[in-house]
């Protein structure tokens, strides 16, 4: 799915798109399957594809498997949540659909989630978006968010701040960008968070990400480190 686009490009793109959604679709019947998608980020392909406004073949055999999952199991259904799905059916409703099954499973996905939207916190959107290290900007990337959230970041021996070190480190720059941001934050709003982070060797990652080739790499890197280093950096 993801090779393919989505569905959204040219014939030989859709025609695959369809036809790897189609399994999928096929397979999401099988009990037990939601833990499997989820293992292999299919769950992930599919909010994806679907996101990715397709051809409305590929967005019916993707919204079948995804309502199949979310009826299945509450995790798939948080996950969807976390990828922004629930908002990006917002938008689906609104479009026309020749057959009505799709529609259909639009109005029946967005009822699901929203209810797991409604038991999942900001926290734990956010914790599941650092876990599964798909980091895209967004209000939990803000300054407000952190301001109020800094302290929960040192459970679990301070697990998420853990996993954004390992994401400066990511293949893809828009992934490394955001960490630098949060990295930065954490370190401006969490007390010793300075200490902290360069207990977890933070510091010398950003500080090598100044050299990135991607510009806003190098910003968000640049910004961060003055944040680590700055004692009185501005949090008002």
Known sequence: LRRSGGGGGGDASAQLAYEVGFCLWTLSFAAGAAE?????????????????APREKVARVGLAALRNLAD??????ERM????????????AARPWADEDVAADVAALAAR??????ELSTLERYAAEVE???????????EAFWREHARAAERDDFALVRRLVELLDA???AVAAVACSDVGEFARFYPNGKAVLKHLGAK?????LIDHDDPDVQRHALQCVSKILLKNFATN
């Open 132 to 142: 599964s290290g798909d980091l895209a900007w967004g209000p939990a990337h803000e």
């Open 36 to 52: 499997d998608f989820l293992r292999c980020g299919a769950v992930d392909a599919l909010c994806a594809s679907v996101q990715a």
């Open 113 to 118: 989630l929203a209810t797991h939207a409604r």
């Open 81 to 92: 949540v976390a990828r922004g799905l629930d908002r990006a059916l917002a938008t689906l």
């Open 72 to 77: 299945a199991s509450p995790v798939a259904g």
């Open 171 to 173: 293949a893809d720059p």
């Open 204 to 208: 010398a990652k950003v500080m090598a």
